[in-house]
């Protein structure tokens, strides 16, 4: 055998065209892709034969099955979307790069409405004139919060650039030097304060802030008072900082107002559920804040936004900002938040619904049961693995609760044949994207974040990885 005779054994394009399973291909897949994709591997297969050694001429053969195979799953990772599905099996619920929030099932309906047909997102059917896109969101979110008027934006970060942009341009915005948080993905309140055209006043220390503080450093050119809710991280020890009440009536002395950033946006006190205290939104009104923003997708359990409410004053003046049309929500953000909120209308049926506070608040017995129903399908496969039930900790996550560990049910799989985080980089890998820990040399899946319907997939994808 030499080269040029293997290279007449090449399949052309056209002949691969014809293959049986190729012509299912293309009903499937664009045309010209699969032509690429049976090029591309009619090259790698020369390319293969140029590099023969001469001792290897003879031994040379072309797998026709293997070759139409690699076409096939070629063809089904290229035109795959790439952001898709993953199994979350890490026991943090909100998972800020699996998405953070996960929406409720049941408002599915109402957004592809929006979505797939025309909307009044911006014409008043009343009047049969032009409406606001606000307008859906301001009742529903008055009426839960008490608060005056209500604005929404793309995130928490646009909220509190619009805020202070509105509120302390070119004027000082006091902060105590222990809430200028970096929150995920690089946003600082410091630096977004800047942005904003405020001007920054520190005041305190890193652990300690007093109510003299913040008077020593009001002057004629004060702008707001401003307190962030340090979501994140917790400074322990020797500490102190001003409530917002505090901080409110000292706002109401001078006539300044005053500006509470809570990062995660909570409407029932979940102390009730076993977690520790945060503060409300509903509290922090109450307390005097004239103004408090919140993240749409973290514990509230929507859709990424920023929410700002309050005073009617401010935020009439922040709907006239020219940064509010560039900060703008889309109209499937208004009606994921709008059907979000609606399950608060009713406490029980938000917590049951709403996949976030659904999660975090799961009964040990809820979790137990979910356990024993994923050993049972994996230990069914009779794999060559150790599995076994045990306790462990999920985690809140999205910037919230930092040091909240709750109790959880975890499956921890020592494999007999293979390293743990081999087994962990093939689940990863699989067709269903599992995303999960390594710990103690066990791979852990958390069952808190795993969703019933995902146990099949994961035991699949697990007796694959073992073969
Ligand atoms: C998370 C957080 C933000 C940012 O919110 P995004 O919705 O992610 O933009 C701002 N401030 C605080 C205190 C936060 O915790």
Do not use: C
């Amino acid at each position: 055998m030499n080269k040029k005779k293997l290279f007449s054994l090449l399949p052309s394009v056209d002949e691969v065209l014809n293959d049986k399973i190729i012509i299912e291909l293309i009903k499937e897949y664009p045309r010209s892709l699969v032509v690429d994709t049976i090029r591309k591997n009619i090259d790698n297969i020369r390319k293969n034969i140029i590099n023969l050694e001469e001792d290897q001429l003879n031994n040379f053969s072309i797998d026709y099955d293997k070759f139409i195979n690699n076409i096939s799953n070629e063809l089904r990772l290229s035109y795959s979307l790439s952001l898709k599905k993953v199994i979350n099996a890490t026991g943090v619920v909100i998972h800020t790069n699996l998405g953070r929030s996960l929406l409720a099932d049941s408002i599915k309906e109402e957004v592809w409405k929006v979505a797939s047909r025309y909307s009044n997102l911006e014409y008043d059917i009343n009047k049969g004139k032009r409406g606001s896109r606000y307008s859906h969101l301001e009742e529903i979110i008055k009426n839960i919060t008490g608060a005056e008027d209500v604005l929404v934006v793309n995130n928490n970060a646009a909220a509190v650039l619009l805020v202070l942009s509105t509120m302390s341009k070119n004027k000082e915005a006091i902060v105590s030097r222990g809430e200028l948080v970096e929150v995920g993905g690089s946003f600082r309140i410091p630096k977004v304060m800047e942005e904003s055209g405020a001007i920054l006043r520190e005041v305190g220390a890193t652990n300690k802030t007093h109510m003299s503080d913040y008077e020593d450093a009001i002057n004629e050119n004060t702008g707001v008072l401003l307190k962030v809710h340090t979501s994140n991280y917790r400074v322990l020890g020797f500490t102190g900082s001003v409530d917002i009440d505090e901080l409110s009536r000292l706002s109401k002395e001078h006539d300044i107002p005053v500006i509470e950033d809570l990062g995660s946006g909570l409407f029932i006190d979940i102390s009730k559920y076993g977690l520790s205290y945060e503060p409300t939104v509903i509290d922090s009104l109450k307390k005097g804040a004239d103004v408090v923003t919140f993240s749409g997708d973290k514990i509230l359990g929507g859709p990424q936004a920023g929410i700002i409410v309050g005073k009617k004053e401010y935020i009439e003046k922040m709907k006239k900002n020219q940064l509010t049309r560039a900060l703008r929500v889309d109209k499937l953000t208004i009606a994921a938040l709008e059907a979000t909120f609606r399950l608060y209308l009713d406490e029980k049926k938000a917590v049951e619904e709403i996949p976030t506070l659904r999660m975090l608040t799961y009964s040990m017995d809820k979790l137990n049961d979910k356990a024993r129903k994923l050993y049972e399908i994996i230990k069914n496969q009779n794999l060559d693995i150790d599995i076994k039930i045990e306790d462990g900790y999920s985690q809140v996550g999205g910037g919230s609760m930092p040091l909240e560990t709750i109790d959880t049910k975890v499956i921890t799989i020592v494999p007999k044949n293979m390293g743990v985080s081999e087994l962990e980089e093939k689940l990863r890998l699989s067709e269903d994207s599992i995303v999960a820990r390594v710990y103690d040399n066990k791979y852990v899946l958390d069952v808190r974040t795993i969703f019933d319907d995902e146990f099949e997939s994961i035991s699949k994808q697990l007796t694959n990885a073992l073969k």
